[in-house]
């Protein structure tokens, strides 16, 4: 149990574009999901977090208009990266947990994000 | 926030060898766990252990939660133990998960 899944794996688009990326959680209901981003060679960082039905909580320094999340149903959550530029390319991950089952976070495989 | 730091970065292991990966953190947590990153990136969960010791066939775990610690135990290395370990934390007054910065294993046959 405990599997979530992302889409896309593997994104390529053009600068000034939008890019959704979804995750889900396919075994369980998830009451809290969490958005990450990872450079080349570094560790994760916590984008923000979101909350099913509510508006995502936001890290500082993080765009919450450049980074749209939509947590509309308790197994699915949506990262919008809009007008992307180069520099938005990289390695984004999400994960899911229910805090009725504890505090033990599920991550998803990842979207490697390229824009040109 | 929190703060999560892991040693050693780099290891570098004959297969067959024992290791020993340890974590520290800053404040009082509900939630540490340890993962296993692979080639593909995904993160895999090894262990979720906020205290106590935990073992599941050759990785093993323990965190002393009031000395603010983990280890995380490699018995007989194998070459596809390699890859990039981390440990992520969440302290009791934060719903944030810290990630460690990682450390790489290179387990050579």
């Known amino acids: 149990g405990a599997v979530v899944s992302q889409h896309p794996s593997r994104v390529i688009c053009k600068s000034g574009t939008s890019v959704k990326i979804e995750c889900r959680s396919l075994?369980?209901?998830?009451?809290?999901m969490f958005w990450y981003r990872q450079f080349p060679k570094k560790s994760l960082m916590l984008m923000a977090t979101s909350n099913e039905g509510s508006k995502a909580t936001y890290e500082q320094g993080v765009e919450k208009d450049k980074f749209l999340i939509n947590h509309a149903s308790l197994t699915l959550s949506t990262l919008t990266v809009t007008s992307a530029h180069p520099e938005d390319s990289s390695f984004y991950i999400c994960?899911?947990?229910?805090?009725?089952?504890?505090?033990?976070?599920?991550f998803g495989p990842g979207t490697r994000l390229t824009v040109t | 926030g929190i703060q999560v730091e892991q040693s050693p970065p780099d290891l570098i292991l004959q297969e067959g060898a024992n290791s020993t990966l340890r974590c520290n953190f800053s404040d009082s947590v509900n939630n540490l766990q340890w993962f296993h990153q692979n080639p593909w990136g995904q993160l895999i969960n090894l262990f979720y252990?906020?205290?106590g010791t935990k073992q599941n066939g050759r990785l093993s775990a323990t965190t002393v939660a009031t000395e603010r610690y983990s280890l995380l135990y490699i018995s007989s290395s194998q070459t596809t133990d390699s890859g990039v370990y981390f440990c992520?934390?969440?302290?009791?007054?934060?719903?944030?998960?810290?990630f460690g910065s990682g450390t790489k294993l290179n387990v050579k046959p």
């Open positions: 994960s899911a947990r229910n805090e009725d089952r504890g505090y033990e976070q599920y």
């Open positions: 992520a934390a969440a302290a009791y007054n934060f719903n944030k998960f810290y």
């Open positions: 075994d369980f209901q998830a009451t809290t």
């Open positions: 252990i906020p205290s």
